[in-house]
């Protein structure tokens, strides 16, 4: 399968899915295109399946403030490593029950970590 990761389109008749990673995304996207992709994880994972997801925990770290997403959301935390790691990488379980991903959206706008700390994208680019 090639496509663009970003589009929900690219998922149709493979979701929902017992397991869905999104690594190297977090790290790389706006905070509204992150919440996006947890939104669009309620489309993507079948009740009971599992996300495996990434983020750095550089300044500003976001971790906490993916797992509060992730868990208002119906997720639930399975597994997050210690902050005294340098990464952030977390597994949330779905408990509730799937929704219809939205066609055509894009989760995402890949920026890039470098822009990003740059101030170069901010939560209202996106």
């Known amino acids: 399968m090639r496509g663009d990761a970003s589009l929900t389109d690219v998922y149709r008749g493979m979701v929902p899915a017992d397991l869905v990673l999104v690594c190297g995304v977090f790290g790389n996207v706006s ?3 992150i919440e996006r992709t947890v939104d669009s994880c309620a489309g993507l994972c079948r ?9 750095h925990r550089g300044a500003p770290d976001r971790v906490p403030l993916i797992c509060e997403w992730f868990e208002t959301r119906g997720f639930a935390r399975q597994w997050l490593s210690d902050p005294a790691a ?3 990488v977390g597994t949330h379980r779905f408990m509730g029950e799937t929704q219809p991903l939205v066609p055509g959206m894009s989760m995402f706008t890949f920026t890039g970590y470098d822009t990003l ?7 209202d680019d996106a």
């Open 31 to 33: 905070d509204e295109d």
């Open 86 to 88: 340098g990464f952030g």
């Open 47 to 55: 009740t009971g399946g599992t996300v495996v997801w990434t983020r």
């Open 117 to 123: 700390r740059r101030g170069g994208a901010t939560t």
